[in-house]
């Protein structure tokens, strides 16, 4: 079975400091997707951003970037500039086809950024 | 465009009753995927619907059951509630057009809770 563990439960950063979010995940597949979803106190998910296995770059979305280590099963979050409307619950994700939504989620970092 | 929206956005039923969410993917979205989210067990995935069919089930009993339209709207039933069923519960849509238009977009959620 496919698993996602997020091994930091809470995490704070200075505002305009980096922050790193950790992720791993456990599969046998080659082929996958990674993804990594930011949920506010609003409650409402968005996507922050997400990485095909088969790409060896690094995805990228402005202060948001990824270190995906396929051979560690590794796939973690930096956030660089952090900003106090980057503070919520982060979820690292996984799944293995395009066309199977089937997504398995990991735990959550709650992200707090100070002032 | 217009994002997912879920209704009601709060629901209080008691044991035993049914109830039924509804879900407005985006538009030109034709995958409806629904997930619960509870403290204890996190977010799991429950079923996906893609033209008028589900997909892909995750593992839950028979008490949740769901259907999509032909303007791919999604309603997700629940019957014979039970307290363990009291949780925010989450649709995502995706237009699933082909590989790398599989994005789940969310909605805000329905928060059941049951007394």
């Known amino acids: 079975a496919q698993t996602v563990t997020q091994s930091q439960p809470e995490m704070s950063v200075q505002e305009a400091e980096t922050v790193t979010l950790s992720c791993t995940y456990d599969t046998s597949e080659s082929d996958y997707y990674l993804f990594w979803y930011k949920q506010p106190p609003s409650r409402q998910m968005i996507l922050v951003i997400r990485q095909e296995a088969y790409k060896q770059q690094n995805a990228t979305e402005n202060r948001f970037s990824v270190n995906f280590q396929k051979a560690a099963k590794s796939f973690s979050l930096k956030i660089s500039d952090s900003q106090l409307g980057d503070a919520a619950m982060y979820f690292c994700?996984?799944?293995?086809?395009?066309?199977?939504?089937?997504?398995?989620f990991g735990a959550g970092t709650r992200l707090t950024v100070k002032p | 465009k217009a994002g997912v929206t879920q209704t009601p956005r709060y629901l209080i039923k008691t044991r035993g009753q049914q109830v039924t969410l509804s879900c407005s993917p985006i538009?030109?979205?034709?995958?409806v995927s629904w997930y619960q989210q509870t403290p204890g067990q996190g977010l799991q995935f429950l079923f996906e619907?893609?033209?008028?069919?589900?997909?892909n089930k995750g593992n839950f009993p028979g008490r949740f059951s769901g259907r999509q339209f032909s303007n791919s709207r999604s309603e997700m039933n629940v019957s014979t509630l039970e307290l363990g069923d009291s949780a925010l519960y989450l649709c995502?849509?995706?237009?699933?057009?082909?590989?790398?238009?599989?994005?789940?977009?969310f909605g805000p959620g329905t928060r059941l809770t049951v007394l």
């Open positions: 995502a849509s995706s237009s699933h057009t082909g590989p790398g238009t599989d994005t789940q977009y």
């Open positions: 994700a996984y799944k293995i086809l395009w066309n199977n939504n089937d997504m398995r």
């Open positions: 619907y893609f033209s008028e069919t589900q997909r």
């Open positions: 538009s030109g979205h034709r995958s």
